[in-house]
């Protein structure tokens, strides 16, 4: 097949009359190419055209930072997460490390990556992969870090790698939704941090498929920052006091306290063994697996499956702003039973059903295709002396 392929290039170029070299595309480049482009992988952020997300995302496509493939190896074994300049853009953001794939769908991915969009860089096998998993330090790198182990040639120093990023940059008044995709205290390194207009914002944690918490005192994380818990791991700025915390098996209540001491303790955790996911299909205990999330209007729409159902949520702000309100739909539509997490800060309704004492929501299968809960902040007013400054600095 490849072969095939080259051959097929190369006397194309002949046709033409082509002096030059011609470059076949590598063995694996098609496999990796659809791993590439597969469910929750690469192309989530970087985009199919490997360009990335203006402000965001850097591009892949053309990237300065692909010059030497063992430095990628890291950063998509162990992440990366803070200011980094790539090709002359600056990003404060972080990357995950990519645990959903193995050694040989990794080397692949990354050969393609090397040499797709016009890019010409080497194959990377999974021997390299492979060997880089099993002794590259465990933590997610920063950009200086990456750099320090995996330094640019002398010539391209210069216009690469890192800056000095001009912080302040806390949000004040929200009009418009706002998504990052960040590290956040009290969840997996696969949460997003979104702010509503209205100023209502929320975690949610795609490790685990759920929503965590939701908050309005305290102000949005700042969102260019990054700060480091005592284990070394990176966190968001966080100053926010949660009126709602959904309980998971892996928190307890008093690991909510202050999410911002969170940092310093258990800032990520194994969703894997998280058994308490809150919505139930059928008597077994499924698992959630995330699907993705579009934006609609602006607004990040999750999509997991659980059994043979896929459900969908989507979060905006209650009408006077006072909480949210989650619209769910699951299709096939079939019974469910929704555990809510009562908390004592905030009022938890549904549109269909009604939610006994323990939080437990009954809906039938008709309910269950299209329905809203809706958490309101109870007392509006958290005194001062609860609210923590400066994370853990
Ligand atoms: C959840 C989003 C996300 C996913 C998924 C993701 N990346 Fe990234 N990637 C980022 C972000 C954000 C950065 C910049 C991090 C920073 O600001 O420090 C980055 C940086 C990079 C860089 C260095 C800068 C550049 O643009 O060349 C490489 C190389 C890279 N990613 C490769 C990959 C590969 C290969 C995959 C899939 C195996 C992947 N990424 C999956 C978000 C993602």
Request: proline share 7%; glycine share 8%; charged share 20%.
């Amino acid at each position: 097949m490849i072969n095939l392929r080259m051959t097929l290039i190369g006397l194309f170029a002949l046709g033409k009359g082509f002096t030059a070299a011609v470059q076949a595309a590598p063995e694996g480049f098609d496999k990796g190419r659809d791993l590439y482009n597969s469910a929750g992988s690469c192309v989530a952020c970087h985009m199919a055209d490997g360009k990335g997300q203006p402000g965001s995302i850097p591009a892949l496509a053309g990237s300065d930072w692909l010059d030497d493939p063992n430095r990628t190896i890291a950063i998509v074994l162990r992440g990366l997460a803070g200011p980094v300049t790539v090709n002359g853009k600056q990003f404060y953001s972080a990357m995950p490390p990519q645990l959903l794939f193995g050694d040989d769908q990794l080397a692949l991915m990354i050969t393609y990556v090397n040499n797709g969009w016009g890019n010409e860089g080497p194959a990377v096998t999974t021997e390299q992969v492979k060997e880089a998993r099993a002794t590259l330090p465990m933590a997610v790198y920063t950009p200086h870090a990456m750099l320090k182990a995996f330094p640019f040639p002398k010539n391209k120093q210069k216009a690469n790698g890192t800056f000095k990023p001009d912080f302040d940059d806390v949000l004040t008044t929200v009009t418009v939704p706002i998504v990052y995709r960040t590290f956040m205290p009290g969840a997996s390194p696969a949460a997003f941090a979104v702010a509503l207009p209205g100023n209502q914002y929320y975690c949610w944690d795609a490790g685990e498929c759920r929503l965590r918490y939701s908050w309005t005192k305290g102000g949005f994380i700042r969102g260019n920052r990054i700060h480091w818990s005592s284990n070394g791991q990176p966190v968001a700025e966080f100053n926010g006091f949660p009126y709602y915390r959904a309980r998971s098996s892996l928190l307890k209540p008093e690991d909510y306290q202050d999410l911002a001491k969170t940092n310093l303790k258990t800032p990520f955790y194994d969703t894997t063994e998280a058994l308490d996911f809150p919505i139930r299909i059928s008597e077994e205990d499924e698992l959630p697996s995330f699907r993705g999330y579009r934006l609609i209007g602006g607004y990040p729409e999750f999509r997991y499956q659980v059994g043979q159902c896929e459900i969908r949520e989507l979060i905006k702000s209650s009408e006077d702003h006072s909480g949210i309100v989650r619209s769910f739909t699951v299709s096939p539509a079939v019974p469910i039973t929704f555990r809510l997490t009562p908390d004592e800060n905030a009022s938890i309704t549904a549109s269909a059903g009604s939610i006994e004492e323990d939080g437990t929501l009954q809906l039938k299968a008709h309910e269950a295709a299209a329905f809203q809960i809706t958490i309101l902040e109870k007392y509006p007013a958290v005194p001062a002396t609860t609210t923590t400054k400066g994370g853990n600095q």
